[in-house]
């Protein structure tokens, strides 16, 4: 094999290997495809909170005021685990122009309960909370 010809093989693989590096490079760079994002809107005006007593529990009420399904996220106190009140996260799907209890404690136990408000958020109609 002559010089020039060495010369030029060594100039092919030279350009396919940087050719081969580049393109990782770029396949690297390239923005990853998240797909379709529903843009998260907040419905925190839309909840309504309030704590209604019987003879035989107190309970926390969450009403959404919108059309719209509504994904709500309380902390509350108490939440029973195993007949032991505690504290915890309620994840609740609320639709449209409607209400439901998330909560709910002993009448003795009334002065204690909390129902806060951690996030709301609009959800699609066949959507549920995550």
């Known amino acids: 094999m002559s010089l020039s010809g060495a010369k030029s093989q060594n100039f092919f693989a030279t350009a396919i290997l940087v050719s081969a590096v580049m393109l990782c490079w770029s396949a690297e760079a390239a923005p990853k495809n998240v797909g379709h994002k529903q843009i998260v809107r907040?419905?925190?005006?839309?909840?309504?909170?309030?704590?209604g007593?019987?003879?035989?529990?107190?309970?926390?009420?969450?009403?959404?005021?919108?059309?719209?399904?509504i994904c709500v996220?309380?902390?509350?106190?108490?939440?029973?685990?195993?007949s032991q009140p505690a504290r915890g996260t309620v994840t609740q799907s609320?639709?449209?122009?409607?209400?439901?209890g998330i909560a709910w404690a002993f009448p003795y136990q009334q002065a204690s309960m909390q129902c806060?408000?951690?996030s709301a958020r609009?959800?699609?109609?066949?959507?549920?909370?995550p």
């Open 73 to 82: 996220v309380y902390d509350v106190y108490p939440v029973w685990y195993f």
């Open 42 to 51: 907040n419905a925190g005006s839309d909840i309504t909170t309030q704590i």
């Open 94 to 100: 609320i639709p449209g122009k409607n209400g439901r």
């Open 116 to 118: 806060k408000l951690v």
């Open 53 to 69: 007593r019987n003879t035989d529990t107190v309970t926390c009420y969450v009403y959404n005021k919108s059309d719209e399904n």
């Open 122 to 129: 609009y959800i699609p109609s066949y959507g549920q909370c």
